[in-house]
């Protein structure tokens, strides 16, 4: 060795293996490079198949809706519950004014509101 160097076995004595570096090899550092962590692979949700049948349901869904609510409408006791607090629904000759028709129209979209968020909650 020398430069001021002392053999490590000279220090602890020769009880104990040293391990000692081959004299042609030299100091080197191994650079860590740190990677990105893998991440899963996220779900494809713009291809043709998923879109098309997402849109699909959901229309599916609001015309259901609507047929629902307007088949509830056209039965005799919701329209006489909802229509008897509606001043003006009814003509002269019995038939429904253009306020009633629109309250009922109104109703059915609340009402066909609540059935789509009924179904979509389901599918």
């Known amino acids: 060795m020398g430069d001021g160097y002392s053999n490590l076995s000279d220090i602890i004595g020769n009880n104990s293996p040293v391990q000692q570096l081959p004299q042609s090899s030299t100091f080197d550092p191994m650079l860590y490079q740190a990677q990105p962590p893998q991440q899963a692979p996220q779900p494809q949700y ?26 509830i409408m056209t039965f005799q006791t919701p329209r006489a519950h909802l229509l008897q607090y509606i001043p003006n629904a009814y003509t002269a000759g019995g038939v429904l004014s ?3 028709v629109g309250a009922l129209a109104a109703a059915a979209v609340i009402v066909s509101y609540l059935i789509s968020i009924l179904l979509g909650n389901l599918v």
Do not use: D, N
Request: hydrophobic share 40%; no cysteine.
């Open 46 to 71: 713009s291809g043709p198949s998923y879109y098309s049948g997402f849109h699909f349901t959901k229309k599916l869904l609001m015309y259901l809706s609507f047929f629902i609510a307007s088949a």
């Open 98 to 100: 253009y306020t009633g």
